[in-house]
């Protein structure tokens, strides 16, 4: 068992490795650099390498020149630990656009030998594409004097548009369009696309759909387009198109939708409890087919098509306004009408028919849902969602204000099932004030409601002298307890590292194919939970730097009702541990499951994958 911090650094008698290349971590992945990070210094690291001692000196080449400053290693160096060097400003902005090289020298502080690493290649790219001048978009010649549907029509629905080749074009730049100023579609470049080897670059075409153009409207507007390369650099905008669209028809006048409830011009709260009858009658022209929407104010009803047989009826159909759709609209004049659309392209507008709408409902028309708050100050906490750790406390309902809310306006909020609701009366400072309001649910309440996934809250207004009742939506609160959760009240145990040696480790011999963990089925396990587990890896037994390439997580399918009851493990690969190779480890699992979430305790762990005289490489 070991009962000490020390360790012991014994000589080793294989070759050393060779220096590795450096990271830049910023860089793409084919060394290119962003171009905004060009006028800051670059971090660039590399690892210790193999028999470095204290003192040992090192720095950075740019194209086989030393530049930065010169590092020095600390006592009692650890091969493999990170080290971290910037490439200077003065560097970069000196350095033309272009392929570069970077390694780093480094030299023994007592010996003076040098060595040179493996070097990364980079790439300095600050031109912006297409320089000064992009050409404008080149379009069909049948177009120049607009575009109509039925144009359109024969290019399958599309308008192709080619962007003309254009100076320092590269694989990945993005051409992105924009017509009257709103985003159109966008285009990344290929490698079949840009010049090179002697062969003829494709053209580089973008299409522009019938649904984009039609929600332009049939406007005069500029086309044009900008480009950014990989690097970030932004083109200025191409010269621009003034292209006209011409895909919409005059639409036709047609006539005012009746409503006979409405012959003394009110809609009383009766009738509309009835549903208020809007008929569309006939107008000229009309064909099977025609789609129509009918507009309560600014709500409008599903859309209803003309079937055939439809357009020899008088009215054509009648269409019902429910009193929720009414109730959308505050008390007075309302402008009721209906739009005719065929083939998606707008035919016509109605008259506008004007409706007195007097419902005289208390408080404000369609209240919002209340927002529900635990009592608890996690930083997770969430909005609707009573957790464990708020079960046994009261809770806290936010109302929303309204205009609509008045003085002595009666307020009773409906938790769940439960008959007895929160009552909270409008004082005149709340009106003066206008801010939302905040009720306390009483823990009685919910805890005789019990947990659930869908609880529904909502509120009524009430006022005295008016006999009807508004009704909020209503909301949908999850409530948990912990006694519920995965783990029960006791909490979900760590997953078992199997096959440990005697001195608490895990080790080549008795884990050749990795380190297996088990998890024993748990107290609330359901069908459908899914686990996910986390194994992390440092140097050293007692204390050292995290090892993020050891870091692995498994995921598990939905457990069927067969797994509910058996052990379950989990292997983690050999050679996450070998890249941890001496020192210790940590694992333990979340689970989401249909009562909430859980997180089980740490399991932790010594590894030693070292086999004497060969270090941790498998054999």
């Not at 006028?39 to 720095?59: C, L, S």
């Not at 009592?375 to 957790?387: H, L, M, Y």
């Not at 609701?421 to 003066?432: A, C």
Request: proline share 8%; hydrophobic share 40%; charged share 20%.
């Amino acid at each position: 068992m070991c009962t000490s911090n020390a360790l012991i650094r014994r000589h080793s008698h294989r070759a050393p490795r060779a220096l590795v290349p450096p990271v830049l971590p910023t860089a793409l992945v084919d060394g290119l650099l962003p171009a905004a990070l060009l006028t800051a210094p670059i971090p660039v690291t590399f690892p210790v390498w193999d028999d470095a001692v204290e003192g040992d000196y090192y720095q950075l080449l740019l194209d086989n020149v030393l530049v930065g400053v010169q590092g020095q290693l600390p006592a009692n160096p650890i091969p493999g630990t990170e080290l971290t060097l910037d490439i200077p400003v003065d560097s970069l902005t000196g350095a033309q656009d272009g392929n570069h090289t970077l390694a780093y020298l480094s030299r023994r502080f007592i010996g003076g030998t040098p060595n040179v690493s493996a070097a990364t290649p980079i790439v300095f790219d600050r031109q912006a594409p297409g320089g000064s001048l992009l050409s404008p978009l080149i379009f069909p010649r049948v177009v120049n004097d607009g575009l109509t549907s039925d144009e359109l029509t024969a290019m399958a629905d599309v308008l192709v548009g080619e962007v003309p080749a254009y100076f320092d074009i590269k694989l990945g730049d993005v051409i992105q369009t924009y017509w009257a100023g709103q985003k159109g579609p966008e285009h990344t470049v290929q490698q079949a696309e840009v010049p090179g080897g002697g062969t003829q670059p494709e053209r580089i075409m973008i299409g522009f759909t019938r649904v984009y153009l039609e929600a332009l409207g049939d406007i005069k507007e500029d086309v044009y387009y900008v480009i950014t390369d990989r690097a970030g650099n932004i083109s200025v905008d191409s010269e621009p198109v003034a292209f006209q669209l011409a895909l919409h028809e005059s639409a036709v006048d047609l006539p005012a939708p009746i409503i006979a409830q409405a012959d003394d011009r009110v809609i009383s709260d009766a009738d509309a409890k009835q549903s208020v009858s809007v008929d569309i009658p006939a107008y000229d022209g009309v064909q099977p087919g025609d789609e129509v929407t009918l507009y309560w104010g600014a709500n409008s009803l599903p859309m209803q098509s003309v079937e055939a047989g439809d357009e020899n009826e008088d009215p054509i159909f009648t269409l019902l306004v429910n009193y929720a759709t009414v109730a959308l609209t505050p008390d007075g004049d309302v402008d009721v009408y209906y739009e005719v659309r065929r083939n998606t392209l707008l035919f016509g507008t109605s008259a506008v028919k004007t409706v007195n709408v007097v419902l005289d409902l208390p408080g404000p028309v369609s209240p919002e849902k209340p927002i529900i708050r635990g009592a608890s100050t996690n930083p997770d906490d969430t909005d609707n969602v009573i957790d464990e750790n708020d079960y046994l406390q009261p809770a806290t309902a936010i109302i929303a204000w309204k205009s609509g809310f008045i003085e002595d306006d009666q307020i009773s909020l409906f938790w769940g099932q439960q008959p007895v609701p929160v009552l909270y009366r409008i004082k005149l400072s709340d009106v003066t004030a206008a801010a939302d309001l905040s009720l306390t649910v009483p823990n009685a309440l919910i805890s005789n409601e019990g947990t659930g996934t869908d609880i529904r809250v909502n509120y009524t207004v009430t006022h005295t002298g008016n006999p009807k009742t508004t009704y909020s939506a209503s909301q949908s609160v999850i409530v948990r307890r912990k006694g519920e959760l995965p783990g029960g009240e006791n909490g979900l145990q760590p997953p078992e590292f199997q096959r440990v040696t005697e001195n608490g480790g895990i080790g080549a011999i008795l884990n050749p194919d990795g380190a297996t963990l088990l998890v024993k089925p748990y107290e609330n396990i359901k069908t459908g939970d899914v686990l996910n587990f986390t194994f992390l890896g440092w140097k050293g037994l007692f204390e050292g730097p995290q090892v993020p390439e050891a870091t692995y997580t498994f995921t598990t399918e939905p457990l069927t009702e067969q797994q509910t009851r058996e052990d379950y493990e989990f292997t983690v690969p050999d050679a996450n541990l070998r890249l941890i190779c001496f020192g210790r480890a940590e694992a333990m699992f979340k689970i989401n499951s249909i009562t909430g979430p859980a997180t089980s305790g740490i399991a932790k762990v010594f590894i030693d994958m070292v086999t004497p005289g060969e270090g941790c490489a498998k054999p």
